[in-house]
Structures are given as C-alpha cells and as structure tokens.
C-alpha cells in the first residue's frame, strides 16, 4: 500500500474543524485507502478479463503463473512487463497505459491471448504465439523450434490441467504474496515514516482550528477512530 493514498483521500474529503465530522476525517481517509488496497483481488480480476475476452479463466492464470509467477511489478530481460510480461509497444497497442496496474495487465494479456486463440482455434499455437511471436508461429508452421518455447508451452498447459492457485494480491519487489487467501497490507518504513508524518500534519492542523475549550473532545475523537 502506498501511504499517499491517505493523503489523497484525506484532501480530496471535505474539510472540518469539529471533532464529531468523522466522516470526512483523517481516520475515515486512512481506511478508505487500506480498503482500496487490498479491494483488488487478483481472482475477480481473471475472472472478469476471462468473461470479457472469452478465454479460459484457468488458461490464463496459467500464463500468468508461468510468465511472472503473479509479480506485479517483474519485468524481464527483454523489457516484458507485469503479471502478464507485456512487451511496451504490445501493452500499447491493447490500450494498457500502466503495465504495472494488475487489473490493466490482465485485461491487456486477456485481450492478447483471445485474439491468438481465436486467430489459431488450438491453444498450443495460441501460447507458442505468446510467447515467441505470431511470426515465429507462421514462419515454421506452428509451435517454433525453440526449447524455450516448447518448454513454456507445455508448463501453461500442465499448470491449467490443474488447479492454478492465485495470492489474494499482487507480489511485488520479488517477495511472493501469501497463500492463505487472507488479504493483508504491505506497509514499508517509508509508508509508516510518510504515516506519521500525514497524522501530525492532521493534529496540528485541527488543533490550530478549534476553539477553546474543544481540546479534550479532539482527543476523546481520536482515540475512539484509532482504537
């Protein structure tokens, strides 16, 4: 989670002075933020990129298993990107403006491996195309020699021929998310530094506002919001 998420949510709310406006405080924004964090669950959005583009949802969680291992933010040696290794000029070419945003990522590769499938109508060629080029595909007459592409064409199958399991979000930075299925936050110490940092501001703030005599409510306030 990135901690600015709270202060775009905290200044994009209504301002108020009193105590009791909850609704538009900071510790309204911080939950906000921590519930758009973790709202984005990788299984709804294969599932809507799979409805949307007709293609197998559990084909493609095998790709992207065998593409990034659900790393969000992994980019290979050639520049692919994201979870589903979008090359730069293909991810444009599907309208995908940021390749590291999960649900684009999908939608894009979801958008992609339909048009192979329904271009080749056999999931091996639709695959060897991912991965080695519609071009390579055409130029040998189906899945190209390539023991790289071979390879990766029968793992995709192997992983789809079984249950594909997917973290509840997005892996970053090389660090596998969790397998419970629970959704958690990832906070670094930049995001609780930038925390402290946001939560004084809002103090100082509200204190510099209040009248005299509404000390002790602010208080009593903050306490029940972060209790």
Same mark, same amino acid.
């Given at each position: 989670?990135? @901690?600015?998420?709270?202060?775009?949510?905290?200044?994009?709310?209504?301002?108020?002075? +009193?105590?009791?406006?909850? &609704?538009?405080?900071?510790? %309204?924004?911080?939950?906000?933020?921590?519930?758009?964090?973790?709202?984005?669950?990788?299984?709804? @959005?294969?599932?809507?990129? &799979?409805?949307?583009?007709?293609?197998?949802?559990?084909?493609? #969680? %095998?790709?992207?298993?065998?593409? /990034?291992?659900?790393?969000?933010?992994?980019?290979?040696?050639?520049?692919?990107?994201?979870?589903?290794?979008?090359?730069?000029? $293909?991810?444009?070419?599907?309208?995908?403006?940021?390749?590291?945003?999960?649900?684009?990522? @999908?939608?894009?590769? %979801?958008?992609?491996?339909? /048009?192979?499938?329904? #271009?080749?109508?056999?999931? #091996?060629?639709?695959?060897?195309?991912?991965?080695?080029? /519609?071009?390579?595909?055409? #130029?040998?007459?189906?899945?190209?020699?390539?023991?790289?592409?071979?390879?990766?064409?029968? +793992?995709?199958?192997?992983? %789809?021929?079984?249950?594909? /399991?997917?973290? &509840?979000?997005?892996?970053?930075?090389? @660090?596998?998310?969790?397998?419970?299925? $629970?959704?958690?936050?990832?906070? $670094?110490?930049?995001?609780?530094?930038?925390?402290?940092?946001?939560?004084?501001?809002?103090?100082?703030?509200?204190?510099?506002?209040?009248?005299?005599?509404?000390?002790?409510?602010?208080?009593?306030?903050?306490? $029940?919001?972060?209790?």
């Amino acid at each position: 989670m990135k @901690i600015e998420a709270v202060a775009s949510a905290q200044y994009q709310a209504p301002q108020t002075a +009193k105590a009791g406006a909850a &609704a538009g405080g900071f510790a %309204a924004a911080l939950k906000s933020a921590v519930s758009q964090s973790v709202g984005q669950n990788l299984d709804d @959005i294969f599932q809507r990129a &799979a409805d949307a583009y007709g293609v197998p949802e559990n084909l493609l #969680k %095998a790709v992207a298993k065998a593409e /990034s291992g659900f790393q969000a933010d992994a980019v290979s040696s050639c520049g692919a990107q994201g979870i589903m290794q979008l090359m730069p000029s $293909t991810a444009k070419s599907l309208g995908v403006s940021d390749a590291f945003d999960p649900e684009q990522n @999908i939608m894009g590769g %979801a958008k992609y491996l339909g /048009s192979l499938l329904g #271009k080749y109508s056999d999931p #091996k060629l639709a695959l060897a195309a991912y991965n080695a080029g /519609s071009g390579n595909v055409e #130029k040998y007459g189906g899945i190209p020699p390539f023991r790289e592409t071979r390879n990766y064409v029968e +793992k995709v199958l192997s992983y %789809a021929g079984g249950d594909v /399991s997917v973290p &509840a979000a997005a892996g970053e930075s090389g @660090i596998a998310p969790g397998g419970s299925g $629970t959704q958690s936050v990832s906070f $670094t110490t930049e995001d609780y530094s930038r925390f402290l940092q946001l939560f004084a501001q809002e103090l100082l703030q509200r204190s510099l506002s209040l009248p005299d005599g509404e000390d002790e409510a602010e208080q009593n306030y903050f306490l $029940t919001q972060f209790s």
